[in-house]
């Protein structure tokens, strides 16, 4: 009797732990999920990616993106980072997302940046009428030296004296 018993146990023992192991009928993984941060760049300038991704994650692709973006799994998803393209304008990057449990875990993830035109330069126009050469060289006369002219019948004695 007492072997009917322990016999008896471990069969409802084993039933609980397959049961517990075992998934929820139904259960799929959560979809894939991309964010990017700034939203807002200027060209060139860095981009970081967050993703998240129950199975394998492809790389970030956009046609805003210098080139794409491999993402490496961390903690919590997978991250990247990459350099915003040279052209301005609003873009959609998405990646893929494969071998998840079940077909909601699968698919495709967008999210949208934008690049922003490059610091504006200022420019200084004159106005109409006005040039912006430098003004040219006043036109100088030469003189010829000052002479002394001394009167007529008046004596030359050299010191500035009157002769006798």
């Not at 084993?14 to 139904?26: N, R, W, Y």
């Not at 999920?33 to 981009?47: A, E, I």
């Not at 998240?52 to 046609?63: F, L, Q």
């Amino acid at each position: 009797m007492q072997h009917k018993k322990i016999l008896a146990s471990a069969g409802l023992l084993a039933f609980a732990a397959g049961a517990l192991a075992a998934p929820a009928a139904g259960a799929t993984a959560p979809p894939p999920k991309l964010g990017v941060s700034p939203s807002s760049v200027s060209p060139g300038q860095t981009l970081e990616f967050s993703a998240y991704c129950s199975g394998n994650a492809g790389t970030v692709t956009s046609p805003g993106l210098a080139a794409p973006v491999t993402l490496i799994r961390v903690l919590d998803g997978y991250t990247g980072t990459g350099k915003a393209g040279a052209k301005p304008g609003s873009y959609q990057a998405t990646f893929t997302c494969s071998g998840s449990g079940g077909p909601a875990g699968n698919g495709t993830a967008t999210a949208t940046f934008t690049i922003t035109g490059p610091a504006a330069t200022t420019t200084t126009r004159p106005r109409p009428g006005t040039s912006t050469r430098p003004p040219a060289p006043s036109k100088t006369t030469t003189k010829a030296p000052q002479v002394k002219v001394l009167p007529k019948g008046a004596p030359e004695t050299g010191d500035g004296t009157y002769a006798g």
